[in-house]
């Protein structure tokens, strides 16, 4: 058996990774989920944040996924996401600003606030940070 799958990240504007790799970290809305080959046809739900490709030994590359949904077989792993961002692409003052402006509006929770995209924001922003 290969002792390596294809990893394929496809946001809507380009693919950001295509690549054989050893396994691959996802965070599912269910949990953690470390896939390698062979690993059991699935498709699953991703929330934001940071999953960890390993393509060689010793060799990682982390990147944050926000949201989406993982198609899993035993010999690929396509990710499907709205955005995905290698720690490089991040500009952590930016991002520092968007979870400082999330958090005072979660606080604050004025009339018409939309909480859930408040909440999404946050998430996104604390997923750069801690990438960065």
């Not at 809305?29 to 490709?53: D, Q």
């Not at 030994?57 to 996401?81: H, P, S, Y």
């Not at 979870?99 to 606080?107: C, G, P, V, W, Y």
Request: charged fraction near 25%.
């Amino acid at each position: 058996m290969d002792k390596s799958l294809q990893l394929v990240v496809i946001t809507p504007t380009k693919t950001i990774f295509n690549e054989k790799i050893y396994s691959v970290l996802l965070n599912s809305v269910e949990g953690e989920m470390v896939v390698r080959p062979g690993h059991t046809s699935v498709t699953c739900a991703l929330k934001y944040g940071i999953s960890k490709f390993t393509i060689s030994e010793g060799n990682e590359r982390k990147a944050t996924i926000m949201g989406g949904f993982a198609e899993i077989t035993g010999t690929k792993v396509t990710i499907l996401t709205d955005a995905a961002e290698w720690p490089e692409d991040i500009d952590a003052s930016r991002a520092t600003e968007a979870q400082s402006r999330a958090k005072t509006r979660l606080a604050e929770k004025g009339d018409g606030l939309d909480i859930g995209r408040a909440e999404a924001a946050l998430a996104r922003a604390a997923a750069r940070l801690e990438l960065k």
